[in-house]
């Protein structure tokens, strides 16, 4: 169980939260560049006052009229908005069908990516800018003295021609974000950043805290009926600061007794309005700025986010995958793609302990336990293999599920907690244990199982034999059946057993 002191509050989470959806919205990088538009225009507009009379012979400036400025800078703003409106609206038909082929969650790809948030802001900057410049044209006919901002309409021509290039730009990097290794890299890459921030496996307990060891010490502190905060809105949580949350939950706690903070739901998972987010024991008089303060630690939006749920990337790969083996797609290889980075992640995992799902804290000098629903190494696992395995059994993907045991074979190497490998095993023992009912072909079964008693093998050889000696003789006898008599021996152990072979 992990023991820490408390210090501060969760406004670096919430600054950190808030962050993060500033990145990640569309409007922001553009609303800068906009913004930035006018303190242009009113230097260029100064310079102009300043020096019109000694610039307007030299070649590189604006050397027409205004009469002719007033008609070119016309001419970009038209043109400027009817390209955004035309090539924005082209590229989201392209997204519409591209998050059809993978998942509806690539448009946060495309809304967060900073070259497309750079072009339309530049595009709209420039527009700005030139509705400006034309506002100060004055030509010699028209009332007052004739004002003819050469520089400003240089500039207005010069970032036409940035436009131009960036309009070039952008066709290329639409056709790259939205290739598949595109668009799985930069899941991997999210992910693989979470996976990072967790504890070290050896600086870790090797068992989940929340195991029945830690339960029935909790067991003598859950009595009675606990303070209970209510959820006022629906969302998914994205952020849990449980410093704050605990200063908050132990305000009016007494030194020496210890407090157990409970957060039902964690990173990562939906939580309905009117739902306990937070229980507290023993129960106390909590005021409403105390609630509200329990409340505020969890951050709850209407989409998951990357800050601390690494288990939103396996979400998003699985998705890929299960597009790629829809019978409407039929792409197995970008499911395979979308394994490819999966494994790479469990291979990451290998290295991590999983967030604590009970921790010990210290506050306002209370002892406090604190609980919090984070996913367990096996909800991972399911999430990330299980819906592939049966989509694969569905649509006879027999290549799909060999390289999904190939995925479940390296990860069972780089997880060596004997808990991790019973959840890995056990979904290699799923694909061997239905390939003869569910594989059509006999030889493409045999493969399949096989393959799994290979991994079964390497297990019993390194010591964990008790995880799969049951599994392994029933595969033993299922490919007996299917092999109709032959016989291989497949190292277990030391020992070897007798299996059917080609």
């Not at 997204?95 to 339309?120: C, E, H, K, W």
């Not at 070290?200 to 859950?222: F, H, I, Q, T």
């Not at 696992?381 to 989509?391: H, K, M, P, S, T």
């Not at 959840?423 to 059509?440: G, H, I, K, M, N």
Request: one cysteine or more.
């Amino acid at each position: 169980m992990r023991r820490s002191s408390v210090r501060g509050g969760s406004s670096g989470g919430k600054l950190g939260s808030l962050w993060g959806r500033l990145n990640a919205s569309f409007w922001f990088v553009p609303a800068l560049l906009t913004a930035g538009a006018v303190p242009l225009f009113f230097l260029t507009q100064y310079l102009d006052q300043l020096t019109q009379t000694y610039l307007a012979t030299l070649p590189v400036v604006f050397s027409g009229g205004a009469t002719a400025a007033r008609a070119v800078v016309a001419t970009i703003a038209g043109s400027l908005i009817t390209v955004v409106a035309t090539v924005f609206s082209l590229t989201v038909v392209v997204l519409q069908l591209a998050s059809s082929s993978y998942t509806p969650r690539i448009m946060r790809n495309f809304t967060s990516d900073r070259g497309v948030q750079a072009v339309l802001g530049t595009y709209i900057a420039t527009f700005l800018y030139s509705l400006l410049v034309l506002r100060i044209i004055r030509a010699p006919e028209s009332e007052g003295a004739p004002f003819n901002p050469v520089i400003s309409t240089t500039t207005a021509v010069v970032l036409t021609l940035v436009c131009v290039a960036l309009l070039i730009y952008f066709i290329g990097h639409i056709v790259n974000i939205i290739q598949s290794s595109k668009i799985v890299g930069n899941i991997h890459a999210d992910t693989l950043k979470i996976v990072a921030r967790l504890d070290d496996l050896v600086d870790a307990p090797a068992k989940d805290p929340d195991e029945p060891g830690a339960r029935s010490e909790l067991a003598g502190l859950l009595a009675g009926e606990p303070l209970t905060v209510l959820a006022r809105e629906s969302g998914y949580v994205q952020y849990v600061g449980v410093a704050g949350l605990v200063e908050a939950a132990t305000g009016g706690a007494q030194g020496g007794k210890t407090t157990v903070v409970e957060i039902p739901f964690g990173p990562g998972r939906f939580v309905a309005a009117g739902l306990p987010v937070v229980r507290v024991w023993p129960a106390r008089q909590a005021n409403r700025r105390d609630e509200d303060r329990m409340r505020g630690a969890l951050v709850l939006d209407r989409e998951r986010s990357f800050q601390q749920d690494f288990a939103f990337g396996l979400r998003q790969l699985s998705d890929i995958a299960l597009r790629g083996l829809s019978p409407s797609v039929n792409d197995p290889t970008t499911a395979m793609q979308a394994m490819d980075r999966i494994e790479a992640i469990f291979i990451a995992l290998g290295e991590k302990a999983m967030p604590p799902r009970v921790r010990e804290e210290e506050a306002n000098g209370a002892s406090v336990l604190v609980k919090i629903g984070y996913y367990g190494f096996d909800d991972v696992v399911g999430l990330a293999f299980d819906q592939i395995r049966r989509a694969s059994f569905t649509s006879g993907q027999v290549a799909v599920l060999e390289r999904l045991l190939e995925v479940l074979g390296r990860a069972i190497r780089a997880n060596g907690l004997p808990e991790r490998r019973r959840s890995l095993w056990a979904r290699a023992y799923s694909v061997a244990r239905l390939a003869p009912e569910q594989v059509s072909d006999p030889e493409d079964a045999v493969n399949l199982i096989l393959k799994a008693v290979g991994l079964g093998g390497y297990l019993a050889e390194t010591g964990q034999a008790s995880l799969v000696k049951g599994d392994l003789k029933n595969l033993v006898e299922a490919a007996e059946v299917l092999r109709g008599g032959e016989r291989v021996r497949v190292a277990v152990g030391g020992a070897s057993t007798n299996v059917r072979d080609r």
